[in-house]
């Protein structure tokens, strides 16, 4: 084994170290900081030092080095928090985000941004504290010093300060795994002798590494209390401390770090980039940071797979089963409704397996809504509402581009300078709320804001130099719509925050590709509300099956709004072959299934049809279809693993009985129709009369 | 109906010689390379897609998987084309997809040295010799060896959305 198979893990977690790093950052209370955080910022650091030691990251090595210096001192309240040395500690985050990035590329990290990183975090130390922080110097070897633990009673093993030789206890670890981690040791160092005593197994070793980071590398294969390390006693040590060369780059006291804790070395923190629940704080543990695992998607996606073959499996049977008769096969009919239970409950624990809470999006926005402010001059508080609403987690990925737009449009055209805001009466410090609640099958997002809301008339004259048709007589809601037009943007400068008018159309389309949509309320002078409003999962639908001819079709129910009998005096022929189908005080356009699809042996008649009326991408028009089955969830399956893209179909499922039924996509069988009706005009000769006229019942065709 | 076909049972009778799948279109004998045939199935429960080409007969439920079902027959413009109890669907692996094809039967497993393998004369409006891999001449018959990776992955079979499109 490889320590390289390692890099995955130490990038994944120095990755949610730096996301923590970040939130505690933001959360800061500059005038009265909770030492609490201040210390969950340093172990962050420290950790990642550590691990970036380990593998032999120097860059990253060396400036989270300078880092947990300049934070040592303001975790001992030595260095006074400004928001301006929060904005560099934030920077410094960036920075070593982005070496993480490089490394994990297999990139080399920035030399030139290294560089100045690393001039700014001296800075600071000499201007703020007076002392010369570690230069970093390139010294690949250099340690982590040991510097006080969060928690004084952890790791009650005294470590020594020069660790040339070591004694690695590894405790009740098994035959196989224990030569692996005498391997890895033999990498570190030299194996000098190995026993074994009861259920320890006792490995010395003569190595330049230090202790910290000789657990850091065993924490990847065994827990953390079943490793200990302690250096030898002095005198047992066949080289002392003369060893020229290793023992400056590993003896704290004689690096340039004049910042030297001035606790004794007692208690070394584990740095693993691995958990290692006991280094800290007990309140921290019973987090139950190490009850979670990390699973790979795919295997999720298979389970729930599986699952989902099984719920069609039983309902299978209880199809069978519900043929038989009740009283004599009592046993088989109360075991049937137990399965059915059983499966049910088996998949909705499974579906909540992918959920992750919105906290996973809206934790980014405090850094954005931060940064944005500073540099538009504006003074805006971000509140979070249901962070720990939980939605799938393909779709939170997806709907982090969407929402980080809307934000960026509140604060940029929404929210107004503080002057403003003052001469309008309202409070300076204007208000962002991100809220995200359940509704049914869908989640709410909505993003508030409490700024000049959208200008009418600014959006109607913009509107109109596109080129859009618009008249005054068009609702507020008509008109908020247009800004998801393509190409509109009223701010009245290109900045680079925003108003480059890509955005809101593109904000539309990839909620619509989500399943969802997307809606504007606005009030002059009180602020505007964006809602999207989104399925919680595209990995089963909520459908409602329909019937034409023999075959049967899955409508997504979210498009339903209503199922009807047209009676003849509703419906109006136009322009020859087109239906309206009047319902209430709206004409709809008719389409037919089975005219779309050709289905043969369907009801052709359109007064013993029902009428569906459906909404997609705004559209609304009525579906003929012969019978309506019922409403059911069913699992979405893709069409297009094994055949292609078919138009007016969005995806397949699999019904009771095992056959293939196909999702419908309204929007699609909208244009799909439009282009079959086109079809079968080019082929013939244009009608007489176009007027429109009383509907005749079509005779078929 | 279902059976799953053993590779390793036909054991190689020389190293060289490849298997082959035959089955039937009428009266032609046509064969496949085994090693693409995942499994042999019964006709069954076919939903067919709207506004796609005859020959695609629709899709089904392979254990979960929606897979789609191609008749070669229709393609092929065999005059007879019938369902029923002998018709077999042979389902093929070709790239990362799982394809059905609808043949009038499965006849044998055939081992073919390459001796036995011609090349494919440059016929054919209907089946392109693009698509076949040669002719296989067994004593007196004569095997059709059919690339069903090309033909199925080729763009006059629908099947695959083409980048082109």
Known sequence: MDITDFYDTFFEEAEELLGDMERHLLELDLDDPDAEQLNAIFRAAHSIKGGAGTFGFDVLQHTTHLFENILDYTRRGELALRRDIVDTFLETKDMLHDQLDAYRNGDQPDAEA??????????????????????????????????????????????????????????????????????????????????????????????????????????????????????????QQAAPETLPAAAESTEPAASPAADEPSVPAAAAPKDAPAKAPSSKPKAKAAAGESTSIRVPVDKVDQIINLVGELIITQSMLDQTASELDGVAHGAMVNGMNLLQRNARDLQEAVMSIRMVPMDYVFSRFPRLVRDLTAKLDKDVELVTEGKSTELDKSLTERIIDPLTHLVRNSLDHGIETPDKREAAGKPRTGRLTLSAQHQGGNILIEVI????????????????????????????????????????STAQEVSDVSGRGVGMDVVKRNIQGMGGHVEILSRPGEGTTTRI?????????????????????????????????????????????????????????????????????????????????????????????????????????????????????????????????????????????????????ASRLPSGVNAPVPFKEVEPS | ??????????????????????????????????????????????????????????????????????????????DKVEYGGQTVVIVVNVGERIVGIVVDGVSDVMSLTPEQIKPAPEFGVTLSSDYLSGLGSLEDRMLVLVDIEKLLTSEEMALVDHVAE
């Open chain 1, 114 to 235: 290294y560089a100045r990183i690393c001039q700014t975090l001296q800075q600071m130390a000499r201007e703020e504290i007076g002392v010369e922080v570690d230069e970093g110097a390139p010294a690949p070897a250099a340690q982590p010093e040991p510097t006080p633990a969060p928690a004084a009673e952890s790791t009650p093993e005294p470590v020594g300060e020069s660790g040339d030789h070591l004694e690695v206890a590894l405790i009740k670890v098994d035959h196989k795994n224990r030569e692996l981690l005498v391997e890895e040791l033999g990498q570190l160092g030299e194996v000098l002798s190995q026993r074994s005593d009861g259920e320890r197994y006792l490995v010395t070793l003569d190595t330049s590494a230090s202790a910290d980071d000789i657990e850091a590398v065993m924490c990847f294969i065994i827990d953390a209390d079943q490793v200990e390390v302690r250096s030898l006693p002095a005198q």
């Open chain 1, 533 to 681: 409003v989104l399925p919680l999962t595209l990995a089963i639908l909520d459908g409602m099956s329909i019937k034409v001819g023999n075959e049967i079709f899955i409508l997504p129910l979210g498009a339903v709004l209503e199922s009807l009998q047209p009676t003849e005096e509703e419906l109006y022929a136009m322009a020859g072959d087109d239906v309206l189908l009047k319902v209430r005080d709206e004409y709809l356009p008719v389409i037919a299934v089975h005219e779309v699809f050709d289905v043969e042996n369907a009801c052709t008649k359109y007064t013993d049809s029902i009428a569906v009326i459906v909404q997609g991408e705004g559209r609304r028009y009525a579906l003929l279809v012969d019978d309506l089955i019922g409403q059911q969830q069913v699992v979405v399956k893709n069409l297009e693993t094994n055949y292609r893209k078919v138009s007016g179909v969005s995806a397949a499922t699999i019904l009771g009985d095992g056959s293939v039924a196909l999702i419908l996509d309204i929007a699609d069988m909208h244009r799909l129709s439009r282009i079959k009706k086109e079809a079968r005009h």
């Open chain 2, 1 to 78: 109906m279902t059976s799953k076909l053993n590779a390793a049972n036909a054991a190689a009778v020389d190293a060289h010689s490849r298997e082959f799948l035959v089955f039937s279109l009428g009266e032609e004998e046509y064969a496949v390379d085994i090693l693409k045939v995942q499994e042999i199935r019964g006709y069954e429960n076919v939903t067919r897609i709207a506004n796609a080409p005859d020959f695609i007969k629709g899709v089904t439920n392979l254990r979960g998987v929606i897979v789609p079902i191609v008749d070669l027959r229709i393609k092929f413009h065999l």
């Open chain 1, 449 to 488: 804001d409490d700024g000049a809301g959208l200008n009418r008339e600014k959006l109607l004259t913009k509107a109109r130099d596109n080129g859009l048709s618009v008249s005054d007589s068009m609702s507020d809601d008509e008109v908020w719509q247009l800004i998801f037009a393509p190409g509109f």
